[in-house]
């Protein structure tokens, strides 16, 4: 199994170097087709004072769509020249200011969408759309970390979920390269009885290659969230694998939880998929 067709979801032009050098990389090694989107909103017709469309203002708005589109495409055509990967670029317009939604199309026929955290002051990509919607696995960088293009350790968050299982086989192009893969389990149900929890996942993992190790942590009082940072700073993993939504989207929505952690802050690269 490996990755063949990527898309990288270019938010803006400041971070647009950082997210096509490391979706470069992951494509370089993986001998896959990379296709870089960004998505511009389209002009909103403002109308002046005295009730007409104010032209040069929507054309303003225009024309500054245009460049900040040729200044990305120019950033991802250079990287992937450089890097020497088959790629290809996608513009679009879209009523909505987040390409995740513009790109819904193209995300569900690649294998692999990559896509960044917002910086602090941001726009924040809507991830949950490209989870929900085009079904795809989503590999999430840090904004304040490296990018990553492959990794050393892995922690895989097993809860025994759907979505924690999608996660884990979604994910085995990493895995099997990685040094160490950990199965960590938050506060796992008593066995009575069964397999040890982790256990069949570890061992299903294990008979495609991948070195990995079970973990149980009891949370003591610490969100799930908290736990995988905790376990992440504890063993120098690069990489977290995350079941996304393995509760109820509304739930995550208004209380939060491991998936929206993921998507705004988590300190190393995460791999969503559900």
């Known amino acids: 199994m490996s990755f063949k067709t990527i898309l990288t979801i270019i938010q803006d032009n400041e971070g647009a170097e950082r997210v096509c050098g490391c979706a470069c990389a992951i494509a370089e090694r993986f001998g896959a087709h990379l296709i870089g989107l960004h998505a ?42 450089d890097a020497g990967v088959d790629a290809e670029w996608q513009s679009l317009e879209s009523f909505s200011s987040d390409p995740t939604h513009a790109g819904i199309a193209v995300a569900r026929c690649s294998d692999l969408v990559i896509a960044s955290q917002a910086a602090p002051e941001g726009p924040a990509p809507d991830i949950g759309a490209l989870l929900f919607d085009a079904g795809r696995p989503v590999l999430v960088l840090p904004h304040d970390a490296p990018c990553l293009s492959s990794f050393r350790r892995v922690i895989v968050a097993w809860n025994g979920s759907r979505e924690a299982a999608r996660a884990a086989f979604d994910a085995l192009p990493f895995i099997i390269e990685a040094e160490r893969t950990e199965i960590l389990c938050i506060d796992p149900a008593d ?56 509760h109820s989207w509304l739930r995550e929505l208004i209380f939060g939880g491991v998936t929206r952690t993921a998507v705004q802050s988590m300190p190393v690269t995460t791999f969503l998929s559900r």
């Open 191 to 246: 066995a009575d009885g069964a397999a040890a929890p982790g256990a069949d996942i570890a061992a299903a993992l294990a008979r495609h290659g991948a070195d990995v190790t079970v973990h149980t942590e009891e949370s003591a009082g610490r969100s799930a969230e908290q736990v995988i940072v905790d376990r992440l700073a504890a063993t120098g993993a690069d990489l977290v694998v995350l079941g996304a939504y393995s």
């Open 40 to 81: 511009e909103t389209l002009p909103v017709p403002y109308v002046s004072a005295i009730g007409f469309p104010d032209t040069e203002l929507i054309e303003a708005t225009a024309e500054a769509n245009r460049e900040r589109t040729q200044e990305i495409a120019a950033i991802f055509t250079k990287a992937t020249s």
